[in-house]
Every structure is written in C-alpha cells, then in structure tokens.
C-alpha cells in the first residue's frame, strides 16, 4: 500500500532525495575544483542528476507538495549552476555563458515567485526541460576525460546551446506570465514560439 502525502507535508520520501542531493553537491563540486575531470567525478554527477528523476516519481506516486515544488528546482539549480561555476574555476567554461544562465535562471525564479504571490500560475514548458537536460549534458560532457583532454569544446558548443535555450525558455515565461496576468491562456499561443 502506498503512503499519500498532502501538499502541506514536509517530511516525505521525494523531499528525502531532493535534500541529499542538496547535502552532496557542495562535495561533488569540491572534487571538481580540486581533482577536475574523471569518470568517477563524472559517475557522481550522473548519479547526483539522476536523483531528480528519483525525486519526481516519488513525488508522482506519493504526492506533490508544496515543499517539493520549491526544493527540487532549488536543488537542481544549486547542482547544475554550481558544477558550472566549478568547471569555469577550472578553466574549462567560459565565465559569460554561465553568467548567462545564472542570471537567467536566478531571474525566472524570482519571476515566477512575484506572479505566484499574485495568484498567477506559469507553469514549466517542455522548452524549459530541454534546456535543463543541455545544460547538465554539457556539464556531463566536460566532466568526461577524453573530451575535458581532447575536445573540450563540444561541450563548450554544447554550453552555447544551452545558453540559446535558457534564454528563449526565460522568454517563453514572461510571455506566458503577461498572458496569464491579462487574462488569456499561455497554451492558447505556445505554437507560435
């Protein structure tokens, strides 16, 4: 038989995965400042991303909370930014495409808050996902020797793309949140982007 949470609960299983993968980021991002690329460094950033398709099937099966609607993108911002930081720390990104992320992503959040205090919903596209899986690809990418060593920069390419789609992403918010906030449905027009 399956435990059902309520939207008000805070200890569950989901919120379990989501806040040891909070607890073990700042470790991983050590090791990659410390000992750089390397199938293990690379074996513990695969295991760490995957922990957030761990957290959502429990959070679908168990129940959506409140408290997981705000710690899981936290937890997955915290990990892919900070890797990103690490890996320009090594000298393996560019600071501007990260910066560009970070402020993109730091933005939304702070978007989405202000309208969700106004009662206005913008739900997460499927733009948005993509361009979280690019960018932990390009993470992943320059976390593997053979191209850290040899062709860095596919995953440097890689982090252009994701920049590309963070963006367009960012926008796609703002358009949805402004046709929220007037009235109009963000699906009504989601073809035209």
Do not use: E, Q
């Given at each position: 038989m399956t435990t059902s949470f309520g939207p008000s609960a805070l200890a569950t299983p989901a919120n379990a995965v989501t806040l040891a993968r909070v607890a073990f980021t700042p470790l991983l991002l050590a090791v990659i400042v410390s000992s750089g690329p390397s199938l293990a460094v690379l074996g513990a950033w695969i295991l760490l991303s995957a922990t957030d398709g761990v957290d959502g099937y429990l959070a679908r099966r168990h129940g959506t909370t409140r408290s997981g609607a705000f710690l899981d993108p936290l937890?997955?911002?915290?990990?892919v930014l900070g890797?990103?930081?690490?890996l320009v720390a090594r000298g393996l990104f560019w600071w501007l495409p990260v910066v560009i992320i970070a402020v993109r992503e730091v933005a939304m959040s702070g978007y989405r808050s202000w309208v969700g205090r106004q009662g206005v919903s913008v739900?997460?596209?499927s733009s948005a996902k993509v361009k979280t899986v690019v960018q932990g690809v390009a993470v992943g990418l320059a976390l593997l020797p053979v191209v850290a060593d040899h062709h860095l920069w596919i995953a440097r390419a890689v982090l252009w793309v994701a920049v590309a789609l963070t963006v367009v992403s960012g926008l796609q918010y703002?358009?949805?949140g402004a046709r929220v906030r007037a009235g109009a449905s963000p699906e009504a027009d989601r073809g035209a982007l």
């Open positions: 937890a997955d911002k915290l990990l890797a990103m930081f690490a739900p997460a596209r703002l358009l949805d």
